[in-house]
């Protein structure tokens, strides 16, 4: 299992598509935004004691959780656009997605005192195939899910890696895949960092 803090990079061309002075919408709150990621299956190959390749599959989930008040939808060309939302009552917009994932890391373990207790350092590729997504809103007591295609990346890949000792450490993951598709939304790139625990 894996739980960490995300965020949506903004590069200086992320509303490059956009008129000049379309508001900066998907901008996060990363202190609310959050990753879990449950890794049901995992293989390794071992080139011997202390070092090997390790993949698997897993799920997903992210939420990103909106800075400003909007959420989104697509225009009649298909694009991602930004939609104000009600400045009384505004309690919360974001953006969740899931993802089945499969990683290819290069594992290396340095045992610690009778072979037990090891540190170990992973790193490689991960890659990602679209199985939902979906927005939330609340004003007031008013909560609204919009199930639609918001044109995410339908399959995604980036680099990722993991540090830590015996069942527990830090990892990151940052996707050279952007979060929508090429033309169809801003260009943002989602990065996350934080926790892992293996059972």
């Known amino acids: 299992?894996?739980?960490?803090?995300?965020?949506?990079?903004?590069?200086?061309?992320?509303?490059?598509?956009?008129?000049?002075?379309?508001?900066?919408?998907?901008?996060?709150r990363p202190e609310k935004s959050f990753e879990v990621n449950w890794n049901f299956a995992e293989y390794s190959f071992g080139f011997g004691s202390y070092m090997g390749i390790v993949t698997g599959l897993g799920i997903n989930w992210n939420d990103y959780k909106f800075k400003n008040k909007y959420t989104i939808e697509l225009d009649n060309n298909g694009v991602v656009q930004p939609v104000a939302l009600a400045e009384k009552d505004f309690r919360l917009s974001k953006l969740s997605t899931v993802y089945l994932t499969a990683p290819l890391m290069f594992e290396f373990q340095i045992p610690g005192n009778h072979g037990q207790d090891r540190l170990f350092v992973a790193a490689g590729l991960i890659g990602g195939l679209k199985l939902g997504e979906h927005t939330k809103t609340k004003i007031g007591d008013n909560k609204e899910k919009d199930k639609g295609d918001f044109n995410l990346s339908p399959l995604r890949w980036g680099y990722t890696a993991r540090i830590g000792f015996d069942d527990m450490g830090i990892f990151a993951t940052y996707y050279n895949t952007k979060l929508f598709e090429n033309g169809k939304g801003p260009e943002v790139t989602p990065l996350t960092i934080g926790f892992t625990f293996n059972f």
């Open 1 to 28: 299992m894996e739980f960490g803090g995300n965020q949506l990079w903004e590069t200086e061309t992320a509303y490059a598509n956009y008129p000049v002075g379309t508001p900066s919408f998907l901008e996060t």
